[in-house]
C-alpha cells in the first residue's frame, strides 16, 4: 500500500544540527500516522517520535524531548525529523514507519523503510 524512503543521514560533529526525510508513495498518505524509530550498534530498535495523519497529534520519547522534532507535508508526502546538538549517542540508523495511529511499539506499524545512517561525531 505503502513504500518509504529515507533520507538526509550523513556524519556530523557533535552539536551540529541535520534534517531527515522520509518519502512516501502512495494517495493516501495523509490517513497515516507516522513514526520514526532508530537502531544504535548492539542495540535494540527503539522510538523516537510518532505525528498523526494530519499532525495533531504528536509523541516523543522522553530520550530526545527538547532536541528532536517531527513534521510532515502531506502535500509532499513527505515527514521529516529534526535534530540539533547532536550528540554521539544519537548515532544509529533511523527509519521511518507507517502506521493507523500514533504509537510507541514497532508492532503497531505496517510499513516500514530501509533506515539512513547518522553518526555523530566527537
Known amino acids: 500500500q505503502v513504500q518509504l524512503v529515507e533520507s538526509g543521514g550523513g556524519l556530523v560533529q557533535a552539536g551540529g544540527s541535520l534534517r531527515l526525510s522520509c518519502a512516501a508513495s502512495?494517495?493516501?498518505?495523509?490517513?497515516?500516522?507516522m513514526g520514526w524509530f532508530r537502531q544504535a550498534p548492539r542495540k535494540e530498535r527503539e522510538f523516537v517520535a510518532a505525528?498523526?495523519?494530519?499532525?495533531?497529534?504528536?509523541y516523543y520519547a522522553d530520550s530526545v524531548k527538547g532536541r528532536f522534532t517531527i513534521s510532515r507535508d502531506n502535500v509532499k508526502n513527505t515527514v521529516y525529523l529534526q535534530i540539533i546538538s547532536l550528540k554521539p549517542e544519537d548515532t544509529a540508523v533511523y527509519y521511518c514507519?507507517?502506521?493507523?495511529?500514533?504509537?510507541?511499539?514497532?508492532?503497531?506499524?505496517?510499513?516500514w523503510g530501509q533506515g539512513t545512517q547518522v553518526t555523530v561525531s566527537s
Open positions: 514507519a507507517a502506521a493507523s495511529r500514533p504509537a510507541s511499539l514497532e508492532r503497531a506499524y505496517d510499513y
Open positions: 502512495g494517495r493516501t498518505f495523509s490517513s497515516y500516522a
Open positions: 505525528i498523526s495523519g494530519r499532525g495533531e497529534i504528536i
